[in-house]
């Protein structure tokens, strides 16, 4: 595949999934008084999950379509009168947001199962707090397009602990309880996961192995329509004779 060809398939992508997570956010808030009471605040978390989600990624992809559009991915702005790279401020701002949204999911864990974080969550809680932290120094350099080596390694491991350690709280609890909406939402997580992974740690040798960026993103898209069909229109909503008007 060309260049140009890969431009094209990724800008197409951004604006779909943009459209997509922003329409699943919106359905969510409209439609919220469709969730049953017992399951209001593991909907009320989700919705704060993908609204944060979607702002992130309006940064991450939506800075790459207007770099694309402008010319160059090393196009930048003037902020605070230093110029900032488009790029790099989009993923700073995912990076931001995607650590929250883990933090998130680990208190959906917590609500949806009703089990005390123990030694493990914390240790989850904890890691949230290093990788904010780890995203502060300037040798992360978000002004680049491609993440610098080692740091790109050092500020993504303790992510990777967030996402793969509650995505094995969800399975484990999950499968025990037969929740299948939620054995879906870990093996999503894990799925985003194996598709991250390998751009974490090759993309700056095999600039292509970014592309394994669109099904990590479809996972996180899947998990979203499956929280939102079984809270809002599977048996966690509330039964339609129920159902009252605002």
Same mark, same amino acid.
């Given at each position: 595949m060309s260049e140009e060809s890969r431009? *094209?398939?990724?800008?197409? /992508?951004?604006?779909?999934?943009?459209?997509a997570i922003w329409a699943l956010v919106a359905l969510m808030m409209v439609q919220r008084d469709r969730v049953a009471p017992a399951?209001?605040?593991?909907?009320?978390?989700?919705? *704060?999950? /993908?609204?944060?989600?979607a702002l992130g990624d309006t940064g991450h992809v939506g800075f790459r379509v207007w770099a694309y559009a402008s010319g160059s991915l090393e196009t930048t702005m003037t902020l605070l009168g230093r110029p900032v790279g488009l790029v790099?401020?989009?993923a700073l701002a995912t990076a931001v947001t995607? %650590?929250? /949204? #883990?933090?998130?999911?680990?208190?959906? *864990?917590?609500?949806?199962?009703?089990?005390?974080?123990g030694w493990f969550g914390y240790l989850l809680f904890a890691a949230a707090a290093v990788r904010l932290l780890v995203m502060i120094p300037g040798w992360n350099q978000w002004n680049n397009v491609v993440p610098p080596q080692p740091w790109s390694t050092v500020r993504?491991?303790?992510?990777?602990?967030?996402?793969?350690?509650?995505?094995?709280l969800i399975l484990r609890d999950a499968r025990a309880g037969h929740d299948h909406?939620? %054995? *879906?939402?870990?093996? /999503?997580?894990?799925?985003?996961?194996?598709f991250y992974m390998p751009v974490i740690f090759f993309v700056q040798q095999l600039p292509t192995v970014g592309m394994l960026m669109i099904p990590k993103?479809?996972? #996180?898209v899947g998990i979203a329509v499956i929280l939102y069909r079984d809270l809002y229109f599977g048996e966690g909503a509330q039964p339609a004779a129920r159902l009252q008007p605002r």
């Open positions: 431009m *094209w398939m990724e800008i197409v /992508f951004n604006i779909g999934y943009l459209v399951n209001r605040n593991v909907a009320r978390l989700g919705r *704060w999950m /993908f609204f944060l989600l790099g401020l989009g995607v %650590t929250i /949204f #883990y933090v998130l999911v680990l208190v959906m *864990w917590h609500e949806r199962f009703r089990k005390p974080y993504n491991l303790p992510l990777m602990l967030m996402g793969l350690g509650v995505a094995y909406t939620f %054995t *879906w939402v870990g093996g /999503f997580i894990v799925a985003s996961y194996l993103t479809l996972a #996180y």
